[in-house]
T-cell receptor
Framework: AQTVTQSQPEMSVQEAETVTLSCTYDTSESDYYLFWYKQPPSRQMILVIRQEAYKQQNATENRFSVNFQKAAKSFSLKISDSQLGDAAMYFCAYRRKAGGTSYGKLTFGQGTILTVHP | EAQVTQNPRYLITVTGKKLTVTCSQNMNHEYMSWYRQDPGLGLRQIYYSMNVEVTDKGDVPEGYKVSRKEKRNFPLILESPSPNQTSLYFC???????????????FGSGTRLTVV
């Protein structure tokens, strides 16, 4: 079974600075998807960024980018120019690409609480 | 607006009193799923459905039931709630693209359930 691990329960950053959230995963598959979700205090789950495993290029969405290291099974999220509105819980998630049991399931990490200081 | 509608947002109930949390999506998604979120554990899948009348257990199905009689609706039923089912619950849906689930989920706004 796939597992996702976020080893940082909490992180903090000063406004306008850069922070990196870590995520590692375990899988025997070669093709899959990885995601980062943001959960602000409103508790709504918001998709931040998506990476396809067969694409070597790291995904980027405005101030959010990832460092995808397939061999190391690592998928970190970098937030540049941090803003107060970035304060939230962040979840890393894995999804197999096709077939097998639990097809379609998103497997989540434990989450990292990000605090942004003004 | 494309969305997953989940109700109620908050619910306090007593042990053993049957309850249903409703979930409806308007995006014609095939895949729907229920998760519970607990501190330090992230989100864990309870049940999922790949289409009408097709449901299966996730990682933590004990004490829960689901049904998928229509494509848009996927209610979660707790027939005899217990305090260990106190949690934050999410319904989610996902579309299929060329036979594969390449996209993330669209989530409902969550239900905070307390069982006393």
């Amino acid at each position: 079974a796939q597992t996702v691990t976020q080893s940082q329960p909490e992180m903090s950053v000063q406004e306008a600075e850069t922070v990196t959230l870590s995520c590692t995963y375990d899988t025997s598959e070669s093709d899959y998807y990885l995601f980062w979700y943001k959960q602000p205090p409103s508790r709504q789950m918001i998709l931040v960024i998506r990476q396809e495993a067969y694409k070597q290029q790291n995904a980027t969405e405005n101030r959010f980018s990832v460092n995808f290291q397939k061999a190391a099974k690592s998928f970190s999220l970098k937030i540049s120019d941090s803003q107060l509105g970035d304060a939230a819980m962040y979840f890393c998630a894995y999804r197999r690409k096709a077939g097998g049991t639990s097809y379609g399931k998103l497997t989540f990490g434990q989450g990292t609480i990000l605090t942004v200081h003004p | 607006e494309a969305q997953v509608t989940q109700n109620p947002r908050y619910l306090i109930t007593v042990t053993g009193k049957k309850l249903t949390v409703t979930c409806s999506q308007n995006m014609n998604h095939e895949y729907m799923s229920w998760y519970r979120q607990d501190p330090g554990l992230g989100l864990r899948q309870i049940y999922y459905s790949m289409n009408v009348e097709v449901t299966d257990k996730g990682d933590v199905p004990e004490g829960y039931k689901v049904s998928r009689k229509e494509k848009r609706n996927f209610p979660l039923i707790l027939e005899s709630p217990s305090p260990n089912q106190t949690s934050l619950y999410f319904c989610a849906s996902s579309k299929m693209d060329r036979g594969r689930y390449g996209y993330g989920y669209t989530f409902g706004s969550g239900t905070r359930l307390t069982v006393v």
